[in-house]
């Protein structure tokens, strides 16, 4: 859902409820009244002090998938067309080998399992094998695991992040950095390996 600032709309239109990006969990202060709507409104704001009197909430107590993905593009649209949302596990099923760019994408999207079954990602040097981006306030209450990163210029890039978990990741032959961990609080790192970095296996910068 786009955002009208300058309206004083009532967002509260549809039977079903509308979904906003940057409040959707529990994290966000949407938490579910039972219905898969959140118990407060969602003061949009703006100069026309809008409101959405139905947000969609997509918590952990909705209703949890396992959702399979087999290659770079298809993990990432999975998580952006929001098919995988809060609380759900996105199941790599498959090797991915030389990938020319950036490979997995969190879109700035909350609450996700990436589960790797202890397959490998393999770049051309290039990108970020995995990418949780800053956008709209960062990729928060992320879990990684059991996956295997290598040949990318950043394996593992993480930006303006919150409650990450991290277990079972390998990070190999780097053309920069194997972490590049940017403005990330509240972490957990657990069975962690790194090998032949051209820089930092490790970048940690205020986090």
């Known amino acids: 859902m786009t955002e009208d600032y300058d309206s004083g709309n009532l967002w509260n239109t549809s039977t079903t409820g509308n979904h906003w990006d940057n409040y959707d969990s529990e994290d966000e202060s949407c938490i579910n009244d039972t219905t898969s709507r959140c118990t407060q409104n969602y003061n949009i704001g703006g100069t026309g002090g809008a409101v959405d009197e139905k947000p969609i909430y997509t918590g952990i107590n909705g209703t949890i998938q396992t959702i ?51 397959h490998t990602i393999d770049g051309t040097n290039n990108g970020y094998g995995l990418y949780l981006q800053a956008t709209g306030g960062g990729s928060d209450w992320i879990t990684v695991q059991n996956l295997k990163l290598q040949q990318f210029n950043v394996n593992f890039r993480v930006l303006n992040s919150i409650n990450l978990t991290v277990t079972n990741i390998t990070s190999f032959d780097s053309s920069g950095r194997g972490f590049y961990l940017y403005y990330l609080k509240n972490a957990d790192f657990e069975n962690i390996f790194i090998n032949h970095s051209a820089y930092d296996g490790i970048y940690d910068y205020y986090s």
């Open 68 to 118: 399979n993905c087999n290659s770079c593009e298809n993990c990432t649209a999975l998580i952006t067309n929001w098919t995988v949302a809060f609380g759900d596990t996105l199941n790599l099923t498959t090797d991915i080998n030389n990938y020319a760019s950036t490979c997995v994408e969190f879109q700035g999207h909350n609450g996700l399992i990436f589960e790797g079954n202890h």
